[in-house]
């Protein structure tokens, strides 16, 4: 029995180091952006804090009549707002354009956003990501809000 764990085990890392060998720099970038979307959803901020780097910056501009609002924060103080929520926040991109040249890539693609499974708003995401001796991580994270106007999302719904 205790072969069989072994065997099992050793199993098990060959294929996670065999899929991890076969993603391209693309799915990588693209793993690392989902992972902050998942990590936000469930108020993770451990794993907020692997995919981000630690004095990253954010940057939301909002569309205000003639005018656009730009609002900036910090990694650490967005950690701390999704640590304290007792909403759950779910947000979804589609079609990424990914970018990438050596250890520097940028993500733009659009998105969507649910508050308790309740449509919120929509935009543009902007994620500068580079990659560290541990993987991708994001550096700056630059976004629209846009309340209205939005298409429906080729996703469908929020599950």
Known sequence: MRRLTIMIAATSVLLAATRAESQTPRDSVVAAVNEFFHAMTA???????????????LYAARVQGDSVAIRRGT????????????????????????????????????????????????GVD??????????W???????TTEATGCKPSPLGPVQ
């Not at 108020?43 to 910056?57: F, K, S």
């Not at 990694?75 to 929520?85: N, P």
């Open 75 to 122: 990694f650490e103080g967005f950690a701390q707002q999704i640590a304290g929520l007792k909403e759950t926040y779910v947000e979804r991109m589609w079609e990424p354009t990914v970018l990438v040249h050596g250890p520097v890539a940028v993500v733009w693609a659009a998105y969507d956003f649910h508050r308790n499974k309740t449509f919120s708003h929509c």
């Open 137 to 143: 991580k994001i550096a700056t994270v630059s976004y």
């Open 126 to 135: 902007a994620f500068t990501l580079l990659r560290s001796p541990t993987g």
């Open 43 to 57: 108020r993770d901020t451990a794993a907020l804090a692997r995919v981000q780097l630690a004095d990253g910056i």
